[in-house]
């Protein structure tokens, strides 16, 4: 039994996450990047893979959740589009990239805190490969009720998560942070 899974399952079941469009951050900073390969990280119902995959780009969706994975494979499936997945938590998606080897020219999170990986993440990009990440800090209006921050971001902590790489873009405003991160 896997709690994280479960409580992922229970969100798409509800409806909850299902959104079909990719967020606008995704489209800013990769619409005019050369299509190579790409891990979508805790990707959900498949919203940037299928939009990637449309775009030539080799990717890898990485989700806990099997209504989300079922959800990514049933949308790429009518798109005619071939996403490769692998249901599993982000821990073992890392290590699964770590022990083969494997580089990404893209690396994707979104919606998502994977403070635990910070640390592996930069050496799971090729040279020149660029990171983007976007989700709540505490300061989210979803937050302010008291539910708990454990799934947010500190204020400024993303801008800082990943010294080993370049910053090309960074913002934060009404508790939602944006980074796109190149590796040297």
């Known amino acids: 039994m896997n709690p994280d899974r479960d409580r992922w399952n229970a969100k798409f079941l509800a409806g909850e996450a299902q959104l079909v469009a990719p967020d606008p951050f995704l489209l800013e900073v990769c619409s005019d990047l050369r299509p190579a390969s790409a891990l979508?990280?805790?990707?959900?119902?498949?919203?940037?893979?299928?939009?990637?995959?449309?775009?030539?780009?080799?990717?890898?969706?990485?989700?806990?959740?099997?209504?989300?994975?079922?959800?990514?494979?049933q949308r790429c499936a009518e798109a005619s589009v071939q996403v490769d997945?692998?249901?599993?938590?982000l821990a073992e998606?890392?290590?699964?990239?770590t022990r083969s080897g494997i580089h990404f020219n893209l690396i994707t999170v979104f919606w998502f805190l994977a403070r635990e990986a910070f640390a592996d993440l930069p050496a799971l990009l090729a040279p020149g490969g660029l990171l983007v990440y976007k989700t709540y800090t505490s300061e989210n209006a979803r937050f302010t009720n008291g539910k708990s921050t454990q799934y947010a971001l500190h204020p400024d902590e993303l801008r800082t998560?990943?010294?080993?790489?370049?910053?090309?873009?960074?913002r934060e405003?009404?508790?939602v942070?944006?980074?796109a991160a190149r590796a040297r």
């Open 40 to 73: 979508d990280l805790a990707g959900g119902a498949g919203r940037h893979a299928l939009w990637l995959a449309q775009h030539g780009w080799r990717v890898t969706l990485s989700d806990v959740s099997d209504e989300g994975i079922a959800l990514a494979r």
């Open 161 to 170: 998560a990943f010294p080993a790489l370049e910053t090309v873009l960074y």
């Open 93 to 97: 998606t890392v290590a699964w990239a």
């Open 177 to 179: 942070s944006e980074l």
């Open 85 to 89: 997945f692998r249901r599993e938590s």
């Open 173 to 175: 405003a009404d508790g």
